[in-house]
C-alpha cells in the first residue's frame, strides 16, 4: 500500500509530465515550427493544457490532497515534503476558482496571436495585432476576475510571476528607484558620449559569436550535455527538468554584443533550473501551477535576478573583460586588432536613452520597464483603450526617455508578452535588476574568495553561493522568505544604485 504522499507524488510527477510536453510543444513553436502549423498547434496546447488542468482539479486528486495533508501535518513546516504539499493547496484553492472554459481559450489564442504578432511587427501594422491584443485583455481581465483581488486587476495577475507582490508595492519600489535613478541619468547626460565606436561597423562571423558566447556560458556553468542554444525572434530560456534547460538567441553580424549578452542572460536562466537540486524534479517545488509550467526558480524576479546577475554584474564588469578581451581577440582577432580590453568595457557599458528595451543599458532598461507597467495597469483597469497604445506609448517615451519611436515595431510592437497573455510579467525584470545586487553584494560579503576567483576568470566559488541560496532551493521557498535567508534582508533598491553609481560614476567621471 503507497502511502498518501507516495500517491501524492506520483500524482504530481505525471502532472509534471504533461507540463515539459506542453512546454516543449511551446518551445517548437517558437523556434521550428512553419508559419502554417499555428493553428493546429493552438488546438494540440488547448487539448493538453485542459488534460493537465483536469488532472490537477480531479476528485481523485482532491482525495489524495487531504489524506497528504493529513499525513505530513506534525512535520517540520520548512521541509520540502510539507512546502510540496502546502503549495499544491494552495494553488489548488486558487485555481479552482478560474473556469475551465478560460484556460483553453487562454492556451488556444496564445500561439496564434504571438504568430500575428510576429507578423504584425515584421510590417509595422499595428492594426493586424489589435484584435489580438484586445482578446489577450478581455481574457486577462476575466483571469483577474476569477482569482479575486483587492485593489488592482494586475494584483490578480502578477500573482502568476511574483507571488506576494501588488500594483501598490511595486510602484512604490519603482518610484524609489525612480527617485535614484533620473538624476543619476540626468548627470550622464550632461556628460555625453564618446563617438559611437567603430567596432559595430565591422563584420563579426556569426559562427564565431556563436561559439564565444558558448565558450563563455560553459565557464559560468552552463551544462550543454543537459542544455543546447537555438536562434529564435525573441530570446528565451526553457526547462523540460533540469536535465534538459535549453536557451534561444538571434544575432546581428556587426552589433556582436546583441547575441553575446542575451546569451549570458539566458545563461543565468538556465543555471537556475540546471543547479536544482535533482531530488525536486517532478515534484510541486519545480511546478508554477498559475502558470502551468514547469519551472524550478520560486519567482520571475528572482529568476531575472540571476539573469541580470551573470549578464551585467559579471558579464558587463570591468573585471570580467579583463580576463576575457584576450579570448574575444583570439575569435576576431582582426576585428579587435587595435582595441583595448579597456575601450570594450566603456563600449558596452553606453549609457543613452534608445528605442529597444533588450537593447537598452543597465540604466535606461529600467524606465523602459516602468513604462510597460504603467500602460500594464491601464489597459488591465480600462483607463487605456488598446486603440490608443501606439499613441500612449509614444507620449510616455517622450515622458520617460526623451525620445519618441518613428515606427510601432520600434514602439508598442517589440515586446512579446502582451501577444502571449503575460500580463503582470514586465514588473520582475526590474526587480529582478533590485535583487541581483542584493544577492551578489550578499555572495561577496560572505565570501571574500568569490572576488578573488571572478579575477582569475573561475565562477565554481559563485556558483556554488548561489546553488546553495537559491538555485538548489526550487521553489520550496517564496522570494519573501528566501532573500532574507540569503541576504539578511528584505527587498530594497540600496544596493543596486550603489552598484550604478559606483559603475557608472567611474565610466563617466562623476
Ligand atoms: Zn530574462
Redesign the pocket.
Known amino acids: 500500500m503507497l502511502s498518501a504522499y507516495e500517491q501524492f507524488q506520483t500524482h504530481i510527477g505525471e502532472l509534471h509530465d504533461l507540463l515539459c510536453a506542453i512546454s516543449v510543444l511551446k518551445w517548437d513553436a517558437r523556434t521550428m515550427m512553419p508559419r502554417g502549423g499555428a493553428q493546429s498547434r493552438g488546438q494540440q496546447l488547448a487539448t493538453l493544457t485542459r488534460h493537465a488542468q483536469e488532472h490537477f482539479l480531479s476528485p481523485h486528486f482532491e482525495r489524495i490532497l487531504h489524506a497528504v495533508e493529513a499525513e505530513v501535518s506534525d512535520e517540520n513546516p520548512d521541509s520540502y515534503r510539507v512546502r510540496s504539499v502546502h503549495q499544491t493547496r494552495q494553488a489548488y484553492d486558487l485555481l479552482r476558482r478560474i473556469p475551465l472554459e478560460l484556460v483553453t481559450d487562454k492556451a488556444a489564442i496564445e500561439p496564434v496571436a504571438e504568430q500575428v504578432w510576429a507578423e504584425a511587427k515584421a510590417a509595422n501594422d499595428f492594426n493586424h495585432f489589435a484584435p489580438f491584443l484586445e482578446r489577450q485583455v478581455e481574457l486577462a481581465r476575466a483571469q483577474a476576475e476569477a482569482i479575486g483581488y483587492d485593489e488592482h486587476p494586475y494584483d490578480a495577475l502578477i500573482q502568476e510571476f511574483d507571488p506576494g507582490m501588488t500594483a501598490r508595492e511595486v510602484r512604490r519600489i519603482f518610484d524609489k528607484l525612480k527617485t535614484g535613478l533620473l538624476p543619476l541619468l540626468q548627470q550622464i547626460t550632461a556628460r555625453g558620449n564618446e563617438p559611437e565606436p567603430t567596432l559595430w561597423q565591422q563584420s563579426y562571423p556569426l559562427d564565431a559569436q556563436k561559439a564565444f558566447a558558448l565558450d563563455v556560458a560553459q565557464d559560468f556553468g552552463y551544462d550543454l550535455d543537459r542544455g543546447r542554444l537555438d536562434v529564435t525572434a525573441h530570446p528565451f530560456a526553457i526547462s523540460f527538468t533540469r536535465e534538459d534547460v535549453r536557451i534561444t538567441n538571434r544575432y546581428d553580424e556587426h552589433f556582436w554584443p546583441k547575441a553575446f549578452f542575451s546569451t549570458l ?2 545563461t543565468g ?1 538556465a543555471l537556475y533550473e540546471q543547479y536544482i537540486d535533482p531530488a525536486l524534479t517532478r515534484t510541486a517545488l519545480t511546478i508554477d501551477f498559475l502558470g502551468k509550467y514547469p519551472m524550478g526558480g520560486t519567482s520571475s524576479a528572482v ?2 535576478s540571476q ?1 541580470r546577475l551573470w549578464e551585467n554584474l559579471i558579464g558587463r564588469s570591468h573585471t570580467f573583460w579583463q580576463v576575457y578581451f584576450p579570448r574575444l581577440q583570439s575569435y576576431f582577432p582582426q576585428q579587435f586588432a587595435s582595441t583595448t580590453a579597456d575601450q570594450l568595457y566603456r563600449a558596452v557599458n553606453r549609457v543613452q536613452p534608445s528605442l529597444i528595451r533588450v537593447e537598452a543599458d543597465e540604466i535606461t532598461y529600467n524606465l523602459h520597464i516602468m513604462l510597460r507597467v504603467e500602460l500594464e495597469l491601464g489597459l488591465l483597469d480600462g483607463s487605456i483603450r488598446v486603440a490608443d497604445l501606439p499613441e500612449v506609448w509614444r507620449v510616455k517615451m517622450q515622458e520617460y526617455l526623451g525620445i519618441v519611436p518613428p515606427t510601432d515595431t520600434l514602439g508598442c510592437l517589440q515586446d512579446v508578452h502582451w501577444a502571449s497573455g503575460a500580463f503582470g510579467s514586465f514588473a520582475s ?1 526590474t526587480l529582478g535588476n533590485i535583487l541581483s545586487a542584493q544577492f551578489f553584494l550578499a555572495a561577496l560579503q560572505s565570501q571574500p574568495e568569490i572576488e578573488a576567483g571572478l579575477r582569475r576568470g573561475e565562477y565554481h566559488l559563485l556558483l556554488e553561493w548561489l546553488t546553495e541560496h537559491i538555485y538548489e532551493h526550487g521553489r520550496a521557498y517564496p522570494m519573501q522568505e528566501l532573500l532574507p535567508r540569503a541576504t539578511g534582508h528584505g527587498l530594497t533598491v540600496e544596493p543596486y544604485l550603489a552598484y550604478l553609481h559606483a559603475k557608472f560614476g567611474g565610466l563617466y567621471g562623476l
Do not use: A, D, I, L
Open positions: 542572460h539566458e536562466h529568476h531575472e539573469s525584470y
